[in-house]
T-cell receptor
Framework: DQQVKQNSPSLSVQEGRISILNCDYTNSMFDYFLWYKKYPAEGPTFLISISSIKDKNEDGRFTVFLNKSAKHLSLHIVPSQPGDSAVYFCAASTWNQGGKLIFGQGTELSVKP | KAGVTQTPRYLIKTRGQQVTLSCSPISGHRSVSWYQQTPGQGLQFLFEYFSETQRNKGNFPGRFSGRQFSNSRSEMNVSTLELGDSALYLC????????????????FGSGTRLTVV
């Protein structure tokens, strides 16, 4: 039962363009969402988060959009840089589940110079 | 400031054996969570500990267990290893646990790569 899905295993983007990574969820109890970035041989690092009371959150080049009715969120990276090449995971949690995160399967982003 | 330290980095075990993995959180962090990462399933939550108490548990069989010590260091144990247990095991620590707000953000270690043969 995959409650959080990232349907695109990979994405290739040209440097300077926008990268859009998508994530869908099925559990309407999720009320907090996070994006993590992971390089090979390293643990995931936190990028950006959004509460379900918002529909957008920005941090520098990274913006997360949340569409609760569609149970969909997306991460926009503008402009994309070669150093952004990594695997990106979206994750979700419910208020009563403490530190438990439900992760998607990840999307490997490749930004080409 | 030292990060989250997981030992060992790599491990090869035989089916049927048991294994213990260790996680030292960032100094001052009292919450430790464990995740299993496999190519097919992504990252899956194993358990969360706070002040030596298990606060949350994922959907894994009883062969997977963990504990946390008074210094917040945590260990997880897998008994009667199966081939499907081969995975990257990640540990994350945070000040207070949970995932909301700056005191709860998880910092992940680099993981222990377990191979079961």
């Amino acid at each position: 039962d995959q409650q959080v899905k990232q349907n695109s295993p990979s994405l290739s983007v040209q440097e300077g363009r926008i990268s859009i990574l998508n994530c869908d969820y099925t559990n309407s109890m999720f009320d907090y969402f996070l994006w993590y970035k992971k390089y090979p041989a390293e643990g995931p690092t936190f990028l950006i988060s959004i509460s379900s009371i918002k529909d957008k959150n920005e941090d520098g080049r990274f913006t997360v959009f949340l569409n609760k009715s569609a149970k969909h969120l997306s991460l926009h990276i503008v402009p994309s840089q070669p150093g952004d090449s990594a695997v990106y995971f979206c994750a979700a949690s419910t208020w009563n589940q403490g530190g438990k995160l439900i992760f998607g399967q990840g999307t490997e982003l490749s930004v080409k110079p | 400031k030292a990060g989250v330290t997981q030992t060992p980095r790599y491990l090869i075990k035989t089916r049927g054996q048991q294994v213990t993995l260790s996680c030292s959180p960032i100094s001052g962090h009292r919450s430790v969570s464990w995740y299993q990462q496999t190519p097919g399933q992504g990252l899956q939550f194993l358990f969360e500990y706070f002040s030596e108490t298990q606060r949350n548990k994922g959907n894994f069989p009883g062969r997977f267990s963990g504990r946390q010590f008074s210094n917040s260091r945590s260990e997880m144990n897998v008994s009667t290893l199966e081939l499907g247990d081969s995975a990257l095991y990640l540990c994350a620590s945070s000040l207070t646990g949970g995932v909301r707000g700056t005191t709860t953000l998880n910092t992940f270690g680099s993981g222990t790569r377990l191979t079961v043969v």
